[in-house]
């Protein structure tokens, strides 16, 4: 097992664990409540996975792209937060490698 599934398997601990304390706490809950906790739990840690996954995948493109414009190699620009819509509506906050043309100062993200 890498570092990767570990860590998932340790989110899901997580979750279980929260999610039992939270049963313990309310003994009386409905099955609607309990499934109202569950899902909001589900939605944190799916963004958080699809976070994770943006985020990897931002890191191992190192190609450098060609200005739209002007079609000259970009240079690196920094890391810039950059929201994305998800498929629910939920903003997806990542970093992702900025670049910017010195010709023309066109800014681009890679895309994804
Ligand atoms: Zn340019």
């Given at each position: ?65 060609d ?31 900025q ?14």
């Amino acid at each position: 097992m890498d570092s990767k599934d570990a860590n998932a398997q340790e989110q899901a601990n997580e979750l279980r664990h929260k999610l039992s304390q939270w049963r313990q706490a309310n003994p009386q809950a409905t099955l609607t409540e309990i499934e109202e906790v569950v899902e909001v739990e589900l939605a944190q840690l799916r963004k958080q996975l699809v976070e994770g996954m943006i985020q990897e995948a931002a890191r191992e493109t190192s190609a450098v792209p060609d200005c739209p414009p002007c079609g000259q190699k970009m240079v690196k620009n920094g890391w810039r937060k950059r929201k994305l819509k998800g498929k629910e509506g939920q903003m997806v906050e990542i970093d992702r490698q900025q670049w910017r043309c010195l010709i023309c100062g066109t800014t681009l993200f890679p895309p994804g």
